[in-house]
């Protein structure tokens, strides 16, 4: 089957490139101040004409800490897993072929009152603030970001989701002419990812439009997209467009390529490896040193009490 071919992101980057490589990349990444710096520089001036500029940045929820300090944003931005736009990290050019404006996000299926809302009312009718969350990938490299949004459990309440509805799923928007790694068709497109309702209405669980005190950069998954910092970083599904009440579970994207790799509930644990790889320790993005990875990302006292009952499921999968 297709899923043989080998995907950039399912292997740790140090176990696929010998030492030196690897860390000569790194330096060049954290040092790409010139390439990286026109990226980046490049996508904040297609930026300005956001409608939505005047919201940023937004005013910083305090209560969200972070133990590293912020991943720089030329080192993020520069570092993506968008795999529409290609399966590696540099893919910040290729992404600006994304048109995010007109954009509607639909929220239906077990609902009691199906929505479509473009872009511009969610985020005058939502409350932006900042947040300061940790990323883990899978992968096992992490990175802390100042993310702007609001609480999902906020957009789905203007659906009233009825009782019956035991998950979400969300979709990522299909366009192969835009997205050239949508043409690869063995791939299960559009990218889709779900939550259980219960995961859905934690606080955690956050709808991202910004970053870095603006409008989300398209390699970052412009102009909405998840934030769940005790999941590893392919459940926070980039560049949404439908949203779906059910009481089935989602197949996630990675899930339907290989299970056995990727679950549906993927929190991070430090103690059960990847099938490849250890999850032990994570390389901090631009930081140079690997830290300890710890139980739901370090945000157990928020999250811990969900998976209660379930020890049966595989969690940390
Ligand atoms: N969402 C879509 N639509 N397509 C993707 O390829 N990659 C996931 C996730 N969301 C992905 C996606 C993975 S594997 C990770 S680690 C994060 O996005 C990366 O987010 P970042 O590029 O902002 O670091």
């Known amino acids: 089957m297709h899923f043989i071919r080998r995907r950039g992101w399912e292997i740790a980057e140090r176990e696929a490139t010998p030492e030196g490589v690897f860390l000569n990349r790194r330096q060049w990444v954290v040092g790409a101040g010139a390439i990286g710096g026109a990226l980046a520089t490049g996508a904040a001036s297609a930026q300005e004409k956001d409608p939505s500029a005047d919201l ?14 912020v991943t720089p944003e030329q080192i993020n931005a520069n570092y993506n897993n968008f795999y529409e736009f290609g399966s590696y990290k540099r893919v910040a050019a290729e992404a600006q072929a994304l048109k995010t404006r007109p ?11 199906p929505v479509e809302i473009g872009i511009d009312d969610i985020v005058r009718k939502m409350k932006i ?23 999902l ?11 019956s509805a035991k998950y979400v799923e969300f979709k990522t928007f299909h366009d192969p002419k835009s997205a050239p790694g949508q043409r690869q068709t063995w791939y299960p497109w559009p990218y889709t990812e779900g939550l259980t309702i219960e995961e859905a209405g934690n606080e955690l669980a956050f709808l991202v439009t910004g ?21 590893y970083g392919f459940k926070h599904i980039k560049s949404i467009v439908q949203i779906t009440l059910t009481d089935k579970r989602p197949k996630s994207y990675w899930e339907a390529l290989q299970d ?7 929190n991070v644990n430090p103690a059960v490896p990847h099938p490849r790889w250890s999850q032990a320790s994570e390389e901090v993005l631009g930081a140079g ?15 811990a009490q969900l998976y209660k009952g379930l020890e049966n499921e595989r969690l940390f999968v």
């Open 56 to 69: 940023y940045p937004a005013k910083r929820n305090e209560k969200y800490v972070l133990d590293r300090d």
């Open 211 to 231: 970053a870095y005190g603006k409008p989300l950069l398209k390699q970052f998954g412009a102009p909405i997209r998840l934030a769940l910092p005790w999941k």
């Open 260 to 266: 056995s790799e990727y679950g549906f509930w993927a």
């Open 129 to 151: 603030e900042e947040r300061l969350y940790r990323h883990r990938c899978v992968e096992a490299w992490s990175m802390a970001v100042p993310w702007s949004g609001f609480p």
């Open 289 to 303: 040193k690997r830290v300890p990875t710890q139980i739901f990302n370090g945000y157990g006292e928020y999250v």
């Open 153 to 163: 459990k906020d957009l789905l309440a203007l659906a009233n989701p009825l009782g």
């Open 103 to 113: 954009w509607t996000v639909k929220i239906g299926g077990m609902v009691e009152k």
